[in-house]
């Protein structure tokens, strides 16, 4: 039995580490030193606040930046509200102000990213910002965590965009690249196309011979949709600058091998046995 509570306590300890709210306003923190220099009516004020701001983050993000900005009016610059000031501005398309509010917010506090969602972002922001050895860093230890995403399409995004940052990143990362997109190719969730195409780049990347077969079976360029802009959507999955190029013009070889049959259109070879 128990074996069976202390994994019990473990998930909820887990669970309780990865939510948006800050430790020093979840009753659990009321013995930290932190909530206790907090627990005034202005304390009460900023939870609400952080609470208001991460309830529009999604839909409304200019409304959550305003609700970190009375936070921090409030009791400063603290590592939770630059976290959700990151968040929203990556939103609105700020991807190098939100990469140096998360890097500063993770100066001040090591767990201020034990939220995925949040760290999902920070990855993303730090490619967005060109710091291309951070958002491996990010995306590596992201792959770690991502049973703890509530979202399964976020799930596979963090599978994909991992993937494309290490076939851009490392040399001879295909493998790990492969293995990312192997736990995604499970479950694509109208994604096939993007992991159908980063594992033809993985394969060709490798070396190995299932790569011809894989450009047979490879997506059309149209499936993947337009070159992203390089602003943060949530619409698509986030891939470094250059990889989309990458991509149509390995696409555009399957287009030219589909175009280019090996037998000519006017043969008469086999006819008439």
Request: charged residues 20%; contains cysteine.
């Amino acid at each position: 039995m128990l074996p069976v509570v202390v994994a019990l306590v473990l998930d909820l300890t887990t669970a309780a580490q990865a939510s948006p709210r800050p430790r020093e306003c979840r009753a659990a923190s009321a013995s930290d030193g932190v909530w206790l220099r907090m627990r005034t009516a202005d304390a009460q004020r900023y939870c609400e606040l952080l609470a208001r701001g991460y309830a529009r983050l999604t839909h409304t993000p200019k409304e959550a930046l305003l609700a970190a900005r009375s936070a921090e009016g409030l009791l400063g610059p603290l590592p939770a509200v630059r976290v959700l000031s990151g968040r929203a501005n990556l939103a609105l398309g700020e991807g190098v102000l939100a990469y140096q509010l998360f890097q500063q917010a993770e100066a001040d506090d090591a767990q201020a990213f034990a939220d995925p969602k949040a760290l999902h972002d920070y990855a993303r922001a730090a490619s967005l910002a060109g710091k291309s050895l951070e958002a491996l860093r990010l995306y590596r230890l992201l792959v770690s965590r991502v049973a703890l995403l509530d979202d399964a399409r976020e799930r596979a995004f963090v599978q994909i965009e991992a993937a494309a940052h290490v076939l851009t990143h490392v040399d001879k990362g295909a493998d790990e690249a492969l293995g990312y997109l192997a736990h995604v190719r499970q479950h694509p969730l109208g994604l096939s196309a993007w992991i159908s195409a980063l594992r033809l780049l993985a394969l060709r990347q490798s070396g190995r011979n299932e790569a011809r077969a894989s450009l047979a079976a490879a997506p059309s360029l149209a499936a993947l949709g337009s070159p992203p802009s390089s602003s943060f959507s949530a619409e698509f999955p986030l891939l470094p600058q250059g990889l989309f190029a990458s991509l149509a013009s390995l696409l555009g070889e399957r287009a030219g091998s589909a175009a280019s049959p090996s037998a000519p259109k006017g043969s008469s070879k086999g006819r008439g046995r």
